[in-house]
């Protein structure tokens, strides 16, 4: 009987644009103060993507990045995921321009819209592609420029949100690699964030201009509930499939929408705050590029080693989330 085959991460590369926004700067442009932001999300500053930049280039940058490091070129991919709400239109997909940016075969390639969480859930896809053998390497991007969905005069969201770009190679490890996963949604609750206009329901038009519905539209504080609860019963569901306690997993990287709520999961699953990988006061909430970026940093920081166990965990809009446990095999 031939041998299940294993998934992991073989590379991984960030993009982050230079133009840094600081707490500041906002102060100047909505009625916050920098005490406000960094007590009530722990963000101080953020990045925005320049004017001629869009999200596939940001993607292209970051995967260029990742097949370096995993020792890879285009011509070695054999398909494309690209995790986003911030397209640069709405077709063709972000993933085709990022194939023709990158230079790859004609391999398949889509974007998934599942907001924060969409790194974890392009993660899964990929993984059954690879485990399966219908593919041997996948690229998963998750990449964002909310700056260009931003309503710039809502304090309540500006100072929130960032632009950047995550992604990783999978390919078949001997190893570890992805041990388990865990994802879900509850439309019921897709109007706590959502952005109205601009697609069948409510067409561009000058009123839907004027109304600003083509800008992100939260409920913060109902999130905030749900949000704790959420990720921490996700990251139960991704650590129990396996046996694993909080204590067997060696860093968890969450999305990072807000300190408040990663501390209050740390405390729901029984965790010290520094198992808890945070790079929020740098970016913001980068959506779906959040938890990409993060992973990157904290493996270039030295705290993820071969064999180490470490989670991912996300939520976001739609509602949707994910969980995952990935034993490091690099
Ligand atoms: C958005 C968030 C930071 C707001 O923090 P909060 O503690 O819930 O604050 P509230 O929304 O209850 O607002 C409290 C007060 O601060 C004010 N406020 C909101 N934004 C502000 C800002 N940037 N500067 C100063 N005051 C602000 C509000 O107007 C409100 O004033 P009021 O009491 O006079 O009405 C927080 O709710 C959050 O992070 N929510 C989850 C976000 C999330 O998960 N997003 C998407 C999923 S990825």
Redesign the pocket.
Known sequence: MSEQKRCGIIGLGRYIPTKVLTNKELEKM????DE??VT??GIKERRIARSDEATSDMAAEAARAALKDANLTANDIDLIIVATITPDMFFPATACLVQDKLGCRTVPAFDISV??SGFIYGIAIADQFIRSGTYKHALVIAAEKLSSVTDWSD??TC??FGDGAGAAVLGPVKDGGILSVSLGANGKQGDL?KLPAGGSRIPPTVKSIEDKLHFIK?N??E??KH?VRIMADAALGATQQLGLKADDIKLVIP?Q??I??LKAVAKRMGLTEDKIYLNIEKYG?M?AASSAVALVEAVQEGRIKKGDKLLLDA???GLTWGAMVIEWSR
């Open positions: 909505v009625d916050t103060t406000w932001i009530r999300t907001a924060c304090r309540s100072v929130l964030i939260m913060g504080s999130l905030f949000a999305h929408a807000n408040r709520i909430n959506s939520f976001g809009g």
